[in-house]
């Protein structure tokens, strides 16, 4: 079955170019299922990209999808046009009298301000605490997962002395957890960030498990052992460009950004890079909506 997404969605039509099937609003009325109802909360800047991103990964599934698109009322947003939140985005108040399926909070460009020095963290917090009692399954991505890290289990996170940029190779601490069925031994996955979290940090907290790391870009997958949040430090969604456009974006703005790591062909920024990720990205987000949300959700949600 498809994602159902919003009429008239910019994303749709780059996914149906890629034969990835989607259902609009107004054809998804016509069918007698109850579709999960999920919401994404959005904290990029260029937000139709990351709805791109993510709705691909989502498609990957028998069950159908219904999305909400959630951003934030306490911060304005300067990289998507206005008309695009007004006609596809909603703001907390608007749907907190509600239950979900699950929950997906993505990244954000905030890792070098503590947490508390973000303009919508007390918006975040609040969403994450009715998330306890009114989500399923929330998985958090990236920059999310350490501030859900650090809200719910005191996590701390570091700033790094140089960007954690690049495609890595990881391995499975536990080969038998739901969200790497199907996973290979070792597998990559890219990852963008100035800070990061510990082991040992984690492992002091005894409500949490490790799935899964890398050898040089540290802690990955991140559970906890009610299966209701999961944490992602990398970004399995991202698309096969999506370093290079953010390499070439640093190096405009005169930013010290170093080449992705293992990432161009022969380090050479001028030639394509492949997509060695796109596998388990697919498995990552099937496993979540399957094992996570499908199967723990009750069917009568309110």
Known sequence: MPVNIPDHLPAADILRNENIFVMTESRALHQDIRPLRLVLLNLMPVKITTETHLLRMLSNTPLQVEIT??????????????????????TFDAICRRRYDGLIITGAPVEMLDFEEVDYWDELVQIMDWATCNVTSTLFICWSAQAGLYHYYGVPKYVLPRKQFGIFKHTLNNSKAPIVHGFD????????????????????????????????????????????????????????????????????????????????????????????????????????????????????LD
């Open 69 to 90: 698109l959630l951003n934030t009322l306490s911060h304005e947003s300067k990289n998507t046009p206005a008309e695009h939140l007004r006609n596809f985005y909603t």
């Open 185 to 300: 031994d070792e597998f990559m996955a890219p990852h963008s960030r100035h800070t990061e979290i510990r082991r040992k940090d984690i492992e002091k907290v005894p409500q949490l498990e490790i799935i899964s790391e890398s050898p040089e870009a540290g802690v990955y997958l991140v559970r906890d052992v009610g299966n209701r949040r999961i944490f992602v430090t990398g970004h399995s969604e991202y698309d096969a460009c999506t370093l290079k456009s953010e390499y070439e974006r640093d190096l405009a703005k005169g930013m010290d950004i170093q080449l992705p790591y293992n990432y161009f062909p022969n380090d050479d920024p001028s030639r394509i890079p492949p997509m060695r990720w796109k596998s388990h990205a697919s498995l990552l987000f099937s496993n979540w909506l399957n094992y996570y949300v499908y199967q723990e959700t009750p069917y009568v």
